[in-house]
T-cell receptor, first 112, second 112 residues
């Protein structure tokens, strides 16, 4: 079945540092890939997505590129802020399916 | 985009008491609807999903149940809560024409 593997957290960075959160996936078809962010005490918000190979999703300075050859969708940001502290979830959805498969989440803490 | 309303936002219930969490969706029709649970410090677990009125699929056997009495209403219930039912419950929706899943703000359940 489908699965998503995220790098283990927690990740702690200083403000303005470069961020990478690794995500790899296993799927039988050609899934769409997503990054969701969860701020403390809140629900999940869609951060970015990519629907086919080589697509790059981007939002709020975050980027992720759909790499079919390495089955990866790593999240990157060039300069993190304290306000980026949150839990980040990588997820996939089969285009013909009806469910979203999540990774375990990565806790990011950015210190001033 | 869709808007998902969940209530109550916070709930403290004694062991053995019943539960009803309600979710309604605006901005789409005939959505796929989902209930996820997030235990403290862990990832998201899909509990139920529904592709239409009265159609419920259960992912994990447990003492919870779900119902979909109307197209954009999804209810999570229990007749007798267990301590292990404590967690953060998230309702989610995916429109028929899209592959993005949107989440509500979540409901915190503490069973004491």
């Amino acid at each position: 079945g489908d699965s998503v593997t995220q790098m283990e957290g927690p990740v702690t960075l200083s403000e303005e540092a470069f961020l990478t959160i690794n995500c790899t996936y296993t799927a039988t078809g050609y899934p769409s890939l997503f990054w969701y962010v969860q701020y403390p005490g809140e629900g999940l918000q869609l951060l970015l997505k990519a629907t086919k190979a080589d697509d790059k999703g981007s939002n709020k300075g975050f980027e992720a590129t759909y790499r079919k050859e390495t089955t990866s969708f790593h999240l990157e940001k060039g300069s993190v802020q304290v306000s980026d502290s949150a839990v980040y979830f990588c997820a996939l959805s089969e285009t013909s399916g009806s469910r979203l498969t999540f990774g375990e989440g990565t806790q990011l803490t950015v210190n001033p | 985009s869709q808007t998902i309303h969940q209530w109550p936002a916070t709930l403290v219930q004694p062991v053995g008491s019943p539960l009803s969490l309600e979710c309604t969706v605006e901005g789409t029709s005939n959505p796929n609807l989902y209930w996820y649970r997030q235990a403290a410090g862990r990832g998201l677990q899909l509990l139920f999903y529904s592709v239409g009125i009265g159609q419920i699929s259960s992912e994990v056997p447990q003492n919870l149940s779900a119902s979909r009495p109307q197209d954009r209403q999804f209810i999570l219930s229990s007749k007798k809560l267990l301590l292990s039912d404590s967690g953060f419950y998230l309702c989610a929706s995916r429109g028929v024409s899209g592959n993005t899943i949107y989440f509500g703000e979540g409901s915190w359940l503490t069973v004491v």
